[in-house]
């Protein structure tokens, strides 16, 4: 009887665990939506993920260069759409080591990268 009592417990101890962890894993995962191809071999990633466990969407920007092994990547803004100004719109070159990034109300953050090593001088947070 103590062995079925045990086994019993266990089996939703272990369940309780997945479910926790199904529910961390879904607030806490990132969606790849999309690439800007940029001057090779630059390109911008675009990632979104949600913020906390609101409804609020976070979208992730990054600079990659692609080099085989020696390939890097670096942040270039987090944008979350809690105030709705601030979501993300749209991301372009503007020139081999420029990009512009723009948000819904049609502010411009202007980012200038190294022109040697690609990485961002400066990078963009709304409320992130």
Request: aromatic share 8%; net charge negative; proline share 5%.
């Amino acid at each position: 009887m103590l062995r079925v009592l045990t086994g019993v417990l266990a089996g939703l101890g272990a369940s309780g665990a997945l479910l926790v962890g199904l529910v961390a894993l879904t607030f806490s995962s990132t969606e790849e939506v999309g690439f800007v191809d940029g001057p090779a071999p630059y390109r911008i990633r675009i990632e979104r993920s949600l913020a906390g466990l609101g409804p609020d969407a976070v979208m992730w920007l990054s600079v990659r260069r692609d080099a085989g092994l020696f390939s890097r990547k670096w942040d270039l803004g987090c944008f979350n759409d809690d105030v709705p100004d601030d979501t993300f719109d749209s991301v372009t070159w503007t020139g081999p080591s420029s990009v512009e990034i723009r948000v819904a109300d049609g502010r411009a953050f202007p980012v200038a990268l190294d022109s040697v090593s690609g990485r961002p001088r400066t990078t963009v947070a709304l409320n992130c």
